[in-house]
C-alpha cells in the first residue's frame, strides 16, 4: 500500500509537499523523505507527534532518545507509518530543528496500490517556497484561566511536605 500523505508548514502562506510513501516504510523513512522534500540538510533532531482530530499534541514519536537510561520513548527508526496513520486517525505534526521549531502538520490523503515502476518516497506535488526563517509562533497563554485558582487544595498533590 501507498500512502499519500499532505505536509504543510505552519505558516500563514501556503507552503506544502505532496509525498507518496509506502505503509510498511518507518517514521524516519518519511522523516527523510520530508527534510529532502523542503529542501532541509537534514541533520537536526526531529519528532512526529501523533495528534487528534484538532491538532492537538499527544504522545512523541523522536528521532533519537536522548535520555540517559532510556526513557521508553517510541522512536522513528522502530514505528512504522502504518501503525501510526490510519483513517480513522489520519493526522500527525512534526516538528524539524527545536532551536528553529519548524512546524509541520502531516495529513493523510489517501491509501492506493504500489504502482510497477515508480520509486518511493516521491514528491508528488510542490507549492510554496520554504522561507528562509521558520514562522513566528504565537504562543499567548488563554486569558481565560485563573492560576489563583489551580492549587487550591494541596490534599490532592501526591507529595511529601516534609522533603527535607
Known amino acids: 500500500m501507498i500512502f499519500k500523505i499532505r505536509v504543510i508548514l505552519d505558516a500563514q502562506d501556503d507552503i ?4 507518496e510513501i509506502e505503509a510498511a516504510n518507518s517514521l524516519e523513512d518519511f ?6 522534500a523542503f529542501g532541509f540538510i537534514g541533520n537536526e533532531m526531529a519528532s512526529f507527534y501523533t ?3 484538532r491538532w ?16 521508553g520513548l ?13 483513517t ?19 495529513e493523510l490523503a489517501d491509501i492506493v496500490e504500489k504502482e510497477d515502476g515508480r520509486s518511493y518516497p516521491n514528491v508528488l506535488f510542490s507549492f510554496g517556497e520554504l522561507p528562509d526563517a ?6 499567548e497563554s488563554d486569558p481565560s484561566f485563573d492560576f489563583d485558582n489551580t492549587m487550591d487544595n494541596y490534599d490532592d498533590l501526591d507529595f511529601d511536605e516534609n522533603w527535607n
Open 16 to 19: 506544502f509537499r505532496d509525498i
Open 31 to 36: 522523516h527523510n523523505a520530508i527534510t529532502q
Open 51 to 53: 495528534c487528534d482530530d
Open 56 to 71: 492537538n499534541q499527544e504522545e512523541e514519536i523522536a528521532l533519537f532518545d536522548m535520555s540517559e537510561n532510556g526513557s
Open 74 to 86: 517510541r522512536l522513528m527508526n522502530e514505528t512504522f507509518l502504518e501503525d501510526i496513520l490510519t
Open 88 to 106: 480513522d486517525t489520519p493526522k500527525l505534526i512534526y516538528v524539524y530543528d527545536f532551536l528553529s521549531m519548524w512546524t509541520f502538520f502531516v
Open 134 to 139: 521558520p514562522p513566528e509562533k504565537n504562543f
